[in-house]
C-alpha cells in the first residue's frame, strides 16, 4: 500500500529586510502630507474664493467729510399748530338724545348749553328716591316721638330703662336710614343733571357726533361715543424738534416768527414758551413749545407751521451735497463710513436748502465720513469698498 503524502509544511513568512519597514513608514507618512497638504490648499482657495466674491459684490462708494457752512442766523423747523385745549365731550347720563344746540365751528362760553339728553329711566328712578327718603323721614320722625316719650315716661318709673334704650336705638338707625336715602337724591340729581350737557371752558365746536334721537351711552371707556369736541384757540401751541446742537438758541423767551401755507406772504409772531428740558435719545432734539397769539382766529389748530428761530452767534451748521442723502419712508438718511467699512445709516435733520447742497442741523458732525452718492439699495451695515483718491495728473512738459 502506498501511504498518502502528508500536509506539506508551511512555508515560514519572509523575513523583511533591514530598512524595509522604515521605509514603508515613510511613505505613508508622505502619503498622509500629500493629502494634508492637498485639503489645506482647497480650504486656502475655498477662501479665497470667498473674500474674493464678497470684495467684488461689496459696491465702491466715494467717502467725503461735511462741509462748514456759514454762520446761520435763523433755523427753519417744521412744526404743528395744535389748540391750547381741546376736549371731547361724553355724556354723563344714558338716554336718548332730545335736542342739540350747537354744531361746527359755533363760538360758545363757558357753561352754554351744548344738547339735552331724555333719560325717563332716570328721572323715574329719582322720583322713587325721593318718595323713600320721604318714607325714611317719616320713619325718623315716629322713632324720635318714640324715644321722647319714653325718655319722659322713665323719670316716673313707667318703663324700664331696656325699652328707653331699645327706643333711642331704633331712632338712630330711622336717622341713618334718612341720611342713606338723602344721599341717594342727590346722586340721582346730579346724574339727571347731566342731561343738560354744557361747555367746560369756552372755545370753538370742531365736531359734532350725534343727532336727535340717537341713543347715547353714558361714559367713554369703550361703550359711550363722544358727543362734540371743542378746542380753545385764542391761543396756539406749536411743538418743534430743535437739534441738539442749537438747543441753547430755544430758551423760553425767545421770539420766534412762525409762517402758514394758508397765510402766504404773512409771519406771526410766537414765543417759546417752556421746552422738555432733555434731549430725546432716538432723534437727538429738544422738544420745545411756542405759543401763538390768535385771538383774531386767523389761524387754524392742526396747521402744518414754519418756525423761524434766530440763533446765536457762532453757531455753523454742516453742509452735505444732495447726491449725499437717502430719502426712506421713515425719513431722510445719510450713509457713513463706519467700522471695518461697514455702511450707517444715519437720521438727520435737514435745515436750509442751498440747492445742490443742504444745510444738516442734526445726527452728523463736522468730521463724519460721509458716503457721497451712496446706491439706493445700501442697507445699514452692508460691506463697502472706499475707492482710492485720484492723484492730480502732472503737467505735460514744455518743449
Known amino acids: ?167 333711642q336705638g331704633a331712632y338712630a338707625a330711622r336717622q341713618a336710614d334718612t341720611k342713606s336715602a338723602a344721599a341717594n337724591v342727590r346722586r340721582l340729581e346730579q346724574l339727571v343733571g347731566f342731561e343738560k350737557v354744557d361747555a367746560p371752558f369756552d372755545g370753538v365746536i370742531t365736531a359734532r357726533n350725534t343727532d336727535v334721537g340717537q341713543l347715547i351711552d353714558a361714559g367713554s371707556a369703550g361703550t359711550g361715543r363722544e358727543l362734540f369736541r371743542i378746542a380753545s384757540t385764542d391761543t396756539l401751541r406749536v411743538y418743534i424738534q430743535v437739534p441738539e446742537v442749537t438747543a441753547r438758541a430755544a430758551a423760553p423767551g425767545v421770539p420766534v416768527d412762525i409762517s402758514v401755507a394758508e397765510r402766504p406772504g404773512r409771519v406771526f409772531a410766537g414765543k417759546v414758551v417752556r421746552t422738555a428740558n432733555a434731549i430725546q435719545p432716538a432723534t437727538r432734539t429738544l422738544r420745545v413749545e411756542v405759543d401763538l397769539d390768535n385771538a383774531k382766529g386767523e389761524l387754524l389748530p392742526g396747521a402744518y407751521a414754519q418756525v423761524h428761530l434766530k440763533l446765536p452767534e457762532g453757531i455753523s451748521l454742516p453742509l452735505l451735497p444732495v447726491s449725499a442723502l437717502l430719502f426712506r419712508s421713515e425719513g431722510p438718511r445719510v450713509a457713513t463710513l463706519g467700522p471695518d467699512n461697514r455702511a450707517v445709516l444715519v437720521p438727520v435733520t435737514i435745515g436750509r436748502d442751498y440747492g445742490s447742497k443742504l444745510e444738516i442741523a442734526s445726527g452728523i458732525s463736522p468730521d463724519t465720513k460721509v458716503i457721497d452718492s451712496p446706491p439706493d439699495s445700501l442697507i445699514d451695515g452692508q460691506q463697502v469698498q472706499v475707492a482710492a483718491k485720484k492723484s492730480a495728473t502732472p503737467a505735460a512738459p514744455k518743449r
Open 1 to 167: 500500500m502506498t501511504s498518502e503524502p502528508g500536509p506539506k509544511p508551511e512555508s515560514p513568512a519572509p523575513t523583511p529586510r533591514p530598512g524595509a519597514t522604515r521605509m514603508m513608514a515613510v511613505a505613508g507618512v508622505c502619503a498622509l502630507l500629500a493629502a494634508g497638504l492637498g485639503i489645506g490648499s482647497r480650504v486656502r482657495a475655498r477662501n479665497t474664493l470667498k473674500e474674493v466674491t464678497l470684495q467684488d459684490a461689496a459696491p465702491v462708494v466715494s467717502v467725503i467729510s461735511p462741509e462748514a457752512g456759514s454762520l446761520s442766523q435763523e433755523l427753519i423747523l417744521p412744526g404743528g399748530i395744535e389748540a391750547f385745549t381741546e376736549a371731547p365731550i361724553y355724556a354723563r347720563s344714558s338716554g336718548y338724545m332730545k335736542k342739540w344746540y350747537v354744531d361746527i365751528g359755533a363760538r360758545v362760553k363757558k357753561g352754554d348749553r351744548l344738547a339735552d339728553i331724555d333719560s325717563p329711566e332716570l328721572d323715574q328712578e329719582l322720583a322713587q328716591a325721593r318718595a323713600q327718603l320721604g318714607t325714611a323721614q317719616a320713619n325718623e320722625d315716629l322713632a324720635k316721638t318714640t324715644f321722647d316719650r319714653l325718655e319722659g315716661l322713665l323719670k316716673t318709673d313707667s318703663v324700664s330703662k331696656q325699652d328707653v334704650d331699645s327706643a
